[in-house]
């Protein structure tokens, strides 16, 4: 897994964390959004934790050319947010914390 620039390894732990992620059938439904920007790192990073942790389908939205967004989210993107429940993800987060999340 890559965070923030450098290598890691999953360990047994974590794959099974990951192992424990409710597939989009088993979901209750959520409309997710990851709020991001054009052109940045971390956000590719944060696409990559996503697609580690097995996320179900979610939006991207990109902040760059909406001040209400830019206002709202500014330097924190990565973002990601649940619609439903108003809960925000705030970068960091690596595979078995979006895992938590989304069970919460």
């Known amino acids: ?3 923030l620039g450098r290598q890691e390894e999953l360990t047994p732990e974590k794959k099974r964390l990951i192992s424990l992620v409710p ?3 088993s979901l209750s439904p959520m409309r997710l959004i990851l709020y991001q920007r054009d052109d940045c790192h971390l956000c590719d990073l944060a696409l990559q934790v996503l697609a580690q942790a097995r996320m179900p389908d979610f939006d991207s939205v990109f902040i760059d050319d909406d001040a209400d967004l830019e ?3 500014g330097e924190r993107v990565p973002v990601l947010r649940d619609q439903e429940s108003a809960r925000e993800l705030n970068w960091p987060f690596d595979a078995p914390t979006v895992v938590a999340w989304l069970t919460a």
């Open 1 to 3: 897994m890559v965070l």
């Open 23 to 25: 597939r989009p059938s």
């Open 71 to 73: 206002a709202r989210y």
